[in-house]
């Protein structure tokens, strides 16, 4: 996972390093070897500005530092990196499980509506989901609001009956609000804690669709509007995120195949751009594998 800025952190260290040696760092030390490590993340995935934002933090930061004796240069200009990328990542993300818990406590269900464009996971991540809560002895209803997609209700019932889960289902090309509504209406009849709301994949074009989804969070009135993208899309997912969060307004976001990702730049593309967490990781295709998301240690892995 990650290689591709692993290797560019590493290369810039070992550059570094062989520049300087006790003694203060100068812009000749660091422009040039940061300047590459600029284009070496943009490659990566990390948005242009995202880039340049993390290489300007980190020049202010390191020209002009003494470097003491017996302190190593690498670690230095690693830590730096570090803090500059982790800034970027930290934003407010209290405990999902917890929020749920705290208004299930209330007699109320907690509505999380999953958003996202064809083929990102969210199905997926939804059963995903599901378990994590059924493994908290939190109840769940899902409602299968994708109306639009052939296959898409067979698809989201399969989860729901191997996890067994109840599932409110709707019509192809019938109201998928409804089908929501219908969810939180069968969760408020049997005090069930959580609706987890599968919607149409859609593109940010799809002027009909986007309104359709904007008809469900009005109907809904959902506590979390999570969206959902592919790692392995790159630049697309960060696009993705800028227009749903810009459209409909985001509260969280969910990045999938993280197992697959041989570059690593998406996670702090997406979060720094939209300024909202991610609050987990989906790397497999088994019910296990979603994984909460840790700023600290997603960068210490990028320096492994
Ligand atoms: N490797 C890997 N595959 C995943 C992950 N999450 C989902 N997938 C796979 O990605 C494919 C698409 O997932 P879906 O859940 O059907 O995607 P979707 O966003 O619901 O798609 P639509 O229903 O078309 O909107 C499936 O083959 C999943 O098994 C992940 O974290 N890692």
């Given amino acids: 996972m990650f290689e591709g800025l692993k290797k560019a952190?590493?290369?810039?260290?070992?550059?570094?390093?062989?520049?300087?040696?006790?003694?203060?760092?100068?812009?000749?030390?660091?422009?040039?070897?940061?300047?590459?490590?600029k284009l070496d993340m943009i490659e990566n995935d990390v948005a242009f500005d995202v880039a340049e934002n993390i290489i300007e933090n980190v020049k202010k930061e390191l020209i002009g530092y003494k470097v003491k004796r017996g302190e190593s240069v690498e670690d230095v200009i690693k830590d730096s990196l570090k803090n500059s990328i982790m800034k970027l990542m930290e934003y407010e993300n209290n405990d999902i499980i917890t929020k749920i818990k705290n208004k299930c406590s209330k007699n109320e269900p907690f509505v999380i509506v999953f958003l996202g464009i064809n083929g990102v996971g969210k199905t997926t991540t939804i059963a995903k989901f599901s378990n994590v809560l059924k493994k908290n002895n939190i109840s769940v209803v899902i409602a299968g609001a994708d109306t639009f997609r052939a296959g898409a209700q067979e698809q989201i019932d399969v989860h729901a009956k191997r996890l067994d889960i109840p599932i409110i289902k709707?019509?192809?090309?019938?109201?998928?609000?409804?089908?929501?509504?219908?969810?939180?209406?069968?969760?408020?009849?049997?005090?069930?804690?959580?609706?987890?709301?599968?919607?149409a994949g859609r593109m940010h074009s799809d002027v009909d669709l986007m309104e359709e989804l904007k008809k469900i969070i009005r109907v809904t009135k959902p506590d979390m509007k999570v969206l959902v993208v592919d790692a392995l899309t790159g630049n697309d997912a960060v696009e993705q995120a800028r227009l749903f969060n810009d459209n409909i307004g985001i509260d969280a976001i969910i990045i999938t195949k993280i197992d697959a990702d041989v570059k690593g730049g998406v996670a702090i593309s997406v979060s720094s751009i939209t300024k909202k967490p991610i609050i987990y990781l989906g790397y497999g295709q088994s019910y296990e594998d979603l994984k909460k998301f840790d700023p600290k240690e997603y960068v210490n892995n990028l320096f492994d």
């Fill in 9 to 37: 952190f590493q290369k810039l260290s070992n550059t570094i390093k062989d520049k300087v040696e006790y003694k203060e760092l100068k812009e000749d030390d660091v422009e040039e070897v940061l300047e590459d490590l």
């Fill in 170 to 199: 709707g019509q192809y090309g019938g109201d998928p609000a409804s089908v929501a509504y219908n969810a939180i209406l069968y969760a408020k009849s049997r005090g069930i804690c959580t609706v987890l709301i599968d919607t």
